[in-house]
């Protein structure tokens, strides 16, 4: 699917500004009308026909070859006549991290963005159907920008709703720790682990964008620098929120591991204690439990009860003993 939305102006500098929503018919229209500006949105779109459209479009075949691939990592590139960004963008959002990515490309020029993806996307369709897009259609490179703002909003409010859940997880390892919480962590631990991968890509891939302007986002005007900076802190803060509760499930995790390692520790103990007292005993009890005819003992009218006495007296010091050293 191809879909478009042109923004003509009428009237002059300062005149009206109609916004034309269709598809890849608008394409010609923008191209017979200088002040146009255009968004063109390919979605799950025939490879072939795709190539294409957007070789006819004047983009790079390698950066077409790139966006076409199935997983590839974040990136920017600057050509002469576009600037190309790769971004994970967010495709479904569940309860407790379960964030599904959709890989985007943007295609930015002075009057045109293009954006290709498979899948849904968060982001582009909230901007794409914003009641504010003729403002906010100012240039094509503040657009690709509001989408990435959004996206990265969906992002954090995911990780902060997930805030919560960990709380709960922690006092509930603080009171009653068991293995099913133990497995959540560790899922959660996977999870943000490729998170913070996801988020340290779009990071620095901002921050190369603020220290060396592209040809057509140009973070030397201001308007555009402010919109790339106020993204850029937010997956600053995204990448430092994903450690920070990465280290705090290691924690719990290991909390727990503790935990059990030390309660595997006392029931051990008692099995000892129980060990070391009947050990004695079954070694007296093994002694005259033998057959042979030379034991005086054997034939002593109080021998039997000598022997218990003697085997309970072991007992009484060992207990005694034990419990002295701390292990009762």
């Known amino acids: 699917?191809?879909?478009?939305?042109?923004?003509?102006?009428?009237?002059?500098?300062?005149?009206?500004?109609?916004?034309?929503?269709?598809?890849?018919?608008?394409?010609?229209?923008?191209?017979?009308?200088?002040?146009?500006?255009?968004?063109?949105?390919i979605v799950d779109e025939e490879v072939s026909?795709?190539?294409?459209?957007?070789?006819?479009l004047g983009f790079h075949i390698l950066a077409i070859r790139d966006a076409q691939r199935d997983r590839h990592p974040p990136k920017f590139e600057d050509f002469d006549r576009f600037s190309f960004l790769l971004y994970r963008g967010v495709r479904t959002v569940g309860e407790a991290l379960n964030i599904e990515t959709v890989q985007i490309s943007f295609f930015v020029g002075g009057d045109l963005l293009v954006t290709r993806r498979n899948g849904p996307s968060f982001g582009i369709e909230k901007v794409w159907t914003s009641p504010t897009l003729v403002k906010e259609f100012a240039k094509p490179a503040i657009l690709m920008s509001i989408i990435l703002k959004h996206?990265?909003?969906?992002?954090?409010?995911?990780?902060?709703?997930?805030?919560?859940?960990?709380?709960?997880?922690?006092?509930?390892?603080?009171?009653?720790?068991?293995?099913?919480?133990?497995?959540?962590?560790?899922?959660?631990?996977?999870?943000?682990?490729?998170?913070?991968?996801i988020f340290d890509y779009h990071e620095r891939i901002l921050e190369t964008l603020l220290k060396e302007p592209g040809n057509y986002i140009d973070t030397r005007e201001e308007e555009q620098r402010h919109a790339v900076q106020d993204i850029y802190d937010k997956f600053e803060r995204l990448k430092s929120l994903c450690a920070l509760y990465y280290d705090i499930c290691g924690d719990l995790i290991e909390g727990y591991l503790s935990i059990s390692a030390h309660k595997l520790n006392r029931t051990m103990q008692v099995l000892t204690v129980i060990t070391a007292i009947f050990i004695p005993l079954g070694l007296m009890a093994g002694i005259y439990g033998m057959n042979f005819d030379n034991m005086p003992e054997l034939h002593s009218a109080n021998g039997y009860y000598i022997l218990l006495f003697v085997m309970f007296s072991t007992a009484a010091v060992l207990l005694l003993l034990f419990k002295r050293k701390g292990w009762l």
């Open 151 to 197: 996206s990265a909003q969906i992002y954090l409010d995911a990780v902060l709703e997930f805030e919560g859940r960990l709380s709960e997880i922690e006092d509930s390892m603080s009171v009653r720790p068991d293995d099913a919480l133990m497995q959540e962590l560790i899922g959660y631990k996977s999870s943000l682990r490729k998170l913070r991968r």
């Open 49 to 56: 026909d795709e190539t294409e459209l957007l070789t006819d």
């Open 1 to 41: 699917m191809v879909r478009a939305q042109l923004l003509m102006s009428s009237g002059g500098q300062g005149g009206a500004r109609t916004l034309i929503t269709g598809g890849v018919e608008l394409v010609e229209q923008w191209r017979g009308d200088e002040g146009a500006f255009l968004w063109l949105d």
